[in-house]
């Protein structure tokens, strides 16, 4: 948009420029578009702070699921029956935020009891 409406002012004539009415819409037509720019981004703030809240009261959750995983890969010291790949124990992880009907706060520690007694 900026390269088309650079190249409008510098191929309008100067004496006429108020008359060009493809110049004069064109620039309105910017002007709108940076305006509806400048909203999306306004929002696009807003929403990536409320995600970022969202985000953080998980954080006991991907704790308790960071311990777990860690706690199961050094059970292969014990023995090397117990070897464990990342994938299987995500599967363990998904299916019990499956299994967790819980909403709201009690849905955190719903899910890091049912975390724990799937991956036992």
């Known amino acids: ?8 002012l510098e191929e ?3 004496a006429t420029i108020l008359d060009n009415t493809d110049l004069i819409n ?3 037509e910017t002007k ?4 509806e720019i400048e909203e999306k981004q306004k929002e696009a703030i807003i ?11 998980y954080r006991p959750v991907a ?5 777990l ?5 050094t059970l292969s010291v014990i023995s090397h029956m117990y070897q464990y790949s990342l994938e299987s124990f995500q599967n363990f992880f998904f299916k019990a935020m499956e ?5 709201g706060i009690e849905r955190i520690e719903a899910l890091k009891k049912q975390i724990r007694f799937v991956i036992y």
């Open 12 to 14: 309008a004539n100067p």
């Open 63 to 67: 704790a308790e699921g960071s311990m």
């Open 99 to 103: 299994e967790t009907i819980e909403d």
């Open 69 to 73: 995983y860690f706690l199961i890969i």
């Open 32 to 35: 709108q578009t940076a305006l």
């Open 1 to 8: 948009m900026e390269e088309e409406l650079l190249n409008a």
């Open 47 to 57: 929403t990536e702070k409320r995600i970022n809240e969202e985000r953080e009261i």
């Open 26 to 28: 064109k620039l309105d």
